[in-house]
RNA sequence: GCCUCCGUAGCUCAGGGGUAGAGCGCUCCCUUGGUAAGGGCGAGGUCAUGAGUUCAAAUCUCAUCGGAGGCUCCA
């Protein structure tokens, strides 16, 4: 009788000996193929949630496994450590901000040991160190003097709640990504990064193994479009009008012009009589909130200037408009309105009765389109018409030069010079500054308003502790004369660095966290560089990951890759696009809801049956909709297969079995209603304190493990999708882990064994490696566990059946353990030392697997009589065509189907890689 | 409205032109000195629906229904 498997005991007892040992140490070695395995460093919120687990134990596993495969790995861990967070808990708690970052830190950092995962401490870096930041403020200055940092007056999101300036990827519908809170447009001084600069190269993901919904993500957040600059005069002198757009075939059907509210000549141009109420617009336009003007189906608003432009293409003198559905933050804040081929445009014009003018013809319709019968805009395709020379042109669906028509147009502006051909990004530069004081100062002082940069040797400028934090609107730092008062005529800035800055480079400082005369060693970077395979959630799509990406082009530009690229050449690497990214290949994991579900509640009338309701009539409604005098069921869907529901009718369930025919009402879906339209409890939500459906993982691994619960993580959720949280699953990997405890526990088998059933094992063992290898290799994680619980399935029925012999037995453990190291660490670390092998399992090399153990050497040929299978005969695995056909044609199967009759066809299907083979007979 | 991805056993998920699979759950039986457990047997699926291609479709194509995520006055 073997001991009982105590997960406590053992996890504790290796973390320590890991520690001591320093297996996890990675260091350079030239001689060995390197891989860098990265995943996302947590933010020091205090404490370590599920999504932690999730994301980090299996990106473990699969780091694991590559060092087990030869692969010299570097797996680091650091914490994403400025950010408000820290300073609302100084508020709020009067606490310093370092003070709970660093508690925060160390409480974090036990959590993390707790997973029992390779990361290498000694790599460990922390963005609001001075050692860290110095770097930050070194790469700003960087940036400033080769261009790509500057100081400008833009109009920027400020968050009132934050008391900040935002970049516009922390701005979602209007609202501060971090609290929800609305956010206001306000002209501002501030630094800037230049994105824009990168936006084209940005936009090619080529050497990039990353997840498609990302790359359309970034594409459509820097949203280039093409099309054409015109110049618009005006009638009050030398204020021309710049619009950008993106079909210049229907400059001939503009019939009037629009200006955002915010433009700088709204007040230039606009007449004396309009003022008062382009005034009054204007003010009533600044205080909604984007949110406002976001909302769909809103009447166009707008007044008119009472100013004119002439249209370059063919003179015409048309009216100049303000309304709020132009955007300033767009293009440049104007357009040209072509109502009769924009939806925007169209409504405008039929809600202030402008004129509207057809250019495109549509080509399937034979009469002229007239503007008098038009419900909506046209923006399809068609034939250019009231466009004087342009007349005639084929105007397609397609966008910028492809579309003939705006080629020919584009040719034509710039031949005549109206206008030029341009294209328009969404993007806009990345607003760095903050007002806030938990951050990397800037190394910048103004001396009489002119800026300089802090001097190399006098970096870090050191954030100072004893500052007040009350949020005021300025940086807190600006009450901090010591701080900011260089002398007399010097002041120092006082805004400090967007902590996606910090984090846009730590993949770097991972390399060599205490060296102190660079950012990062040239042989590190060198030898690591880029980041393998990069792990973590979604929700950065267009903030960190291309804020990352951008600044490692930066970086290559400006020279700074320089000497690593020099060692890599000397160590015979090819440097080539060694720093074009940052991670080749991304992955994200999906996330760990709760388990909260509800279905929809119903009403069901019809006739009973033996216990149950055969309904004729089902209505969703409220939970508390049930009509007075109502006597059919009413209750909430719990479960639906088919036609056939449950309901939970106030804690009794019944049995509804919804007729054919029967009407079926959703108010929330419309047209004609189906069965399985019907929700059953299937809602499922995030996880969130306000729900009270987190999950701790401290006990968790308190009551089942670390490795029980890495495994119940890796094995439960298809890991790019996540899913629902079911504790009652753990069962099945803890059962595993148990099994096979007792399996290496229990000692080698005191049998001979069985020399057909050791081979089947062995069979079975390079078959699951193969299995594994690939669920590892694709992030399946799930499928390369459950190949493990078949394995240890078959090996527990062939050791009850006493087949299997010690000397197999053995060597079927030493493989199976080696197996699950990545997986369960501290189990499979322990059974390995129990069974006598060498320390530690997690330095041993990967199972190899052989193709040649893992053939099947006798199948099943099928026997299909139409496609339909009709039986099987057992053959050898690598039977011929000839002696298959012959086989199957002879069987009874066959016999019987073609009922004396010759085959029409047969058809011979060869086994490959573990289907059976097969013969099909046409009759 | 547009773009991506997805619908396979009660649940969570593999597979993916050629016999429908895993874990958990469930039924029944055994064990009750491995015990908030263990062992064994078993049941469960028209692979969302409809049409097409094919000797053969869960798999490929199209349509419909349903789900998840993203974008959206983007000129």
Redesign the pocket.
Known sequence: ??E?YQPHEIEVKWQQRWDETEIYRSQVDWDRPKHYALTMLPYPSGDLHIGHWFAMTPSDARARWMRMRGYNVLFPMGFDAFGLPAEQAAISRNIHPWKWTYSNIERMRDQLRSMGAMFDWEREAISCTPEYYRWSEWFFKKFYENGVAYRGSALVNWSESLQTVLANEQV??GRDERTGQPVVHKMMEQWFFAITKYADELLDFDILDWP??IK??QT??I?R?E?ARVSFRTEVGAHPIEI????PDTLWGSTFMVL?PEHDLVGVITTKEERAAVEAYVQQTAVETEIE??LED?E?TGVFTGAYAINPVNDERIPIWIA??????????A??AVPAH?Q?DFEFARAQDLPIRVVIQPAEMEDLLGAEDMAEAYDGPGTMVNSDVMDGSMSTKDKGRANPAIGRVIDWLEATGKGEESV?Y?LHDWLISRQRYWGSPIPATYDDGAIEMVADEDLPVVLPEDVDFMPTGRSPLTYHEPFFKVDDSVRRETDTLDTFMCSSWYQLRYLSPDNDKAPFDAEEAAYWLPVDVYTGG?EHA?MHLLYTRFFTKVLRDIGVFDAASAVMRQKGRDPERAFDEPMVVLRNQGQVLGAERQGDYVLCSGRFLGGKMLANRVEVVGWNEVPAGFDGYFGEIV?R??NVIRLDMAGVTQLVEILPDAEIIIPE?A?EN?V??LRHH?EIQRMSKSKGNVVNPDELVEKYGADAVRCYLM????WQ????W?E??I??PQ?WL??IW?IATDGAPEVEGDPAGERDIERKLHQTIAVVNRGLEEF?F??AI?EQ??FK?SL??AL?ERQIGPATWKSVMNQLIRLMAPFAPHIAEELWERLGFEYSVHLASWPAYDAELAREEQV?L?V?I??K?RG?IEVAVDIERERALELALASEAAQRGLAGKAPK?T?F?PGRNG??P?V?I?V
């Not at 950008?244 to 079909?247: A, K």
């Not at 709020?324 to 804040?333: H, R």
């Not at 094995?715 to 298809?718: A, K, L, R, S, Y």
């Open positions: 009788m073997s009982n979602i519908d498609e919904p359309i993500m459509n957040w949203g479009s099309g950008f757009t993106t079909r955002a003007r976001m809103r166009k709020d559905y132009v955007m300033i933050t767009y293009g440049t804040g357009i040209m924009d925007r328009n969404r979604a267009v479960h297969t088919e879906i047209g189906n399985n339209q299937l094995f439960n959720f298809d999708k996540g899913g629902p079911n009652n699953n069962k099945g059962g148990h099994d007792e399946s799930n499928t459950a619980m078949k399935n527990k029925g009850r099943e099928v299909l139409n496609g299978p099987t066809r058809i299907i289907s059976d097969k099909n046409v």
